[in-house]
């Protein structure tokens, strides 16, 4: 399983959010570039990036920080966030983005995960974050009456290199993954899937690498690594099976 540190950039700084409230984030550091720096120092081996302002604007606004980030590491970033359109998609895949993410796209225009997974193979995701099992968007203010599982099969013959599976009323809340609802997920569609939110201590870890580490291509993790609570190398080695982690 890959290890994949988040990086949830508002207004040029490195924050995380509690369940997705804008007004509820608290401010983990000020240099973007720099904390992905230590990331890839630390051997992780992919980088998550989310442009938190985009997502509710509907187009990228931290630029600048996800320039910065590509410009000073090697390893590959997959962002989200604000990516609505064809021309978003190129962009960022020309700057060296290695896999963009689509999520609110995915459901409000599911010909254009397609027509991107057509023209850029492997190298599109699709974000499906749920809010009591239905799937959220425009930066999870909206909740819709689509079933994650719904939407993910939408897909199952697009070329979509993974699925990012957020369950909202975990993330950053530090009370552990929904692991039932993610595998569950998992085994409804042959596309890889990330498992997302709540990820809050290496027990969460090894409880997501037990129950499926055959099922899931990785888990994401933010304010549990900056708060200390997981230590990415630690992370790396539970993960890959090279060492206990707990």
Known sequence: MIFFPAIDLKDGQCVRLLRGE?????????????????????????????????????????????????????????????????????????????????????????????????????????????????????????????????????????????????DIERDGAMQGPNVDATLELARATSTPVIASGGVSSMQDLAALKDAGGDLLEGVISGRAVYDGRIDPAAALALLSGSGEGV
């Open 22 to 166: 804008m007004d509820q984030a608290t401010v983990f550091a000020d240099d973007p570039a720099g904390q992905a720096r230590k990331f890839a120092d630390a051997g992780c081996a992919w980088l998550h990036v989310v442009d938190l302002n985009g997502a509710f604007a509907g187009t990228p606004v931290n630029g600048p920080a996800v320039e910065a980030i590509l410009g000073n590491i090697q390893i590959p970033i997959q962002l989200g966030g604000g990516i609505r359109d064809m021309e978003t998609v190129a962009l960022w895949l020309e700057k060296g983005v290695r896999r963009v993410i689509l999520g609110t796209a995915a459901l409000k225009n599911p010909d254009l995960v397609i027509a991107a997974c057509a023209q850029f193979p492997g190298r599109v995701a699709v974000g499906i974050d749920a809010r009591g099992g239905r799937v959220a968007v425009e930066g999870w203010a909206e909740t819709s009456d689509i079933e994650a599982r719904e939407l993910a099969l939408k897909f199952e013959d697009a070329g979509v290199a993974a699925i990012i599976y957020t």
